[in-house]
């Protein structure tokens, strides 16, 4: 077999997350479904460039067709690798330059602001107890250690066989996680984050059966879960998080990966350390790092134009 579930069967195989492969299958299908009458075997840079061209005439941006573009190369170096095609026709093919968007970051008030607490659901009806421990506890480690959203709902209890899956350590106050491409990192978490941790896991043992200290086909227990005792599915976090924007009275949405980003760039800020910030984040190249000091120098250029008293242009009808 050399189709793309037999593709995404060999990735499934490397351990490639579920999300990931996910993005995979939606990317290939779109391949399927852009050439109908050619087998994709048989596809040529002159047969893909239109394709590539009618999805951009369809609206698709430029960081989407840069995307599915590489999703279609790995395809197709599979099936050079497979002895099924000469060469990858995608190989020489350049999407258009996707403009490079700045990260959202909330200040350090507004992410302090944010962090503090909730009592009210998205319906305005109170948060029981457990609910209102799990929700502390999922944003304050998201801003401790600027956990991306699947290494967040990933975590379990304690180490496990599973590859997909970090786990914590309140005793030595650090999380391990598993980032992209299956690389784990180990993050330290600041003493609120472990007290929430800590107050949540409590209520979650007496609350929850599936809490127990048990293991479960050899797989540890989630550490966030629902109230059927399953873990807890990123819609969900990206819900609560919603709730808390409401409460908050920020007036913008927050989203878990904007309190990453206001992580890294309140730590940059602070530190002016790009490696440790490199590290920590899990990024693989120091180019993806550096976002955060053009943040930065916006943060310091509103600064600058509000103080320097030369910052402002004088206007013509200035005497």
Known sequence: ???????LAQLALQHYSPET??????????LVEACPDRALASQTPQSLRPVLARMSEAGLS?????????????????????????????ASLRPPKAERLLPKALSVDAACAFVVGETTQADGTPFGQWQAARNQALVELTYSAGLRLSELVGLNLGPSADPHHGWIDLQERAVTVV????????????????D??????SIRTTR????????????????????????????SVERAFQARSRQSGLGQSVHPHMLRHSFASHLLQSSGDLRAVQELLGHAQIATTQVYT??????????????????????????
């Open 62 to 90: 430029a960081r989407s067709l840069r995307r599915r573009l590489a999703a279609w190369r790995g395809y197709f170096a599979w099936l050079v690798s497979q002895r099924v095609i000469a060469q990858n026709p995608a």
């Open 1 to 7: 077999m050399s189709g793309p579930q037999a593709y």
């Open 208 to 235: 929850f059966e599936p809490a127990r200290a048990r293991q479960l086909n050899g797989l540890s227990e989630p550490v966030f879960i629902n109230r059927l005792g399953q873990r807890l599915s990123g819609r």
């Open 179 to 194: 980032g992209k491409g299956r690389k784990t990192r180990a993050l330290p978490i600041g003493i609120p984050a472990v």
């Open 294 to 319: 053009h943040l930065d120098f916006q943060r310091l250029a509103v600064v600058y134009d509000a103080a320097h008293p030369r910052a402002k242009r004088v206007h013509k009808d200035a005497k």
């Open 21 to 30: 492969l996910d993005a995979y299958r939606r990317d290939l299908q779109s």
């Open 196 to 201: 929430a941790l800590k107050t949540w896991l």
